[in-house]
């Protein structure tokens, strides 16, 4: 069964750091995009970074940029989330997804529709 499971989330205060894990079963990451995606309530829901073991490269959205770092390690079975210097305003429910079919962070960045979607993981950053 092809599944993506989100972990690592948490409660931390502003200017605190968290590293959110999504790792593959079923299938591997070799040859896809995966992203993070988080959506706050009543917020739409926001592209927060992206890699791309396909073209191997990397996108962070300007909200995060400086602070979170995407990255792979290894197998590249998991992909990281770095998070520092959390702020208030980065409380929300955290998703991961993987593309197989377009895999350019580009393309994932701008479209809504993912392959693969993980169970998401909340993060709460106190003021």
């Known amino acids: 069964e092809v599944q993506l499971q989100a972990s690592g989330g948490g409660l931390v205060q502003a200017g605190g750091s968290l590293t959110l894990s999504c790792s593959a079963s079923?299938?591997?990451?070799?040859?896809?995009?995966v992203s993070w995606f988080r959506q706050a309530p009543g917020k739409e829901r926001e592209g927060v970074a992206c890699?791309?073991?396909?073209?191997?490269?990397?996108y962070h959205a300007d909200s995060v940029k400086g602070r979170f770092s995407i990255f792979t390690e290894g197998a590249k079975n998991t992909v990281y989330l770095q998070m520092n210097n959390l702020k208030p305003e980065d409380t929300a429910v955290y998703y991961c997804?993987?593309?197989?079919?377009?895999?350019?962070?580009?393309?994932?960045?701008?479209?809504?529709?993912?392959?693969?979607w993980g169970q998401g993981t909340q993060v709460t950053v106190s003021s």
């Open positions: 890699i791309s073991m396909y073209d191997e490269t990397l």
């Open positions: 079923g299938f591997s990451f070799v040859g896809y995009a």
């Open positions: 997804a993987a593309d197989g079919g377009s895999p350019v962070c580009e393309l994932v960045m701008s479209t809504p529709t993912r392959d693969y």
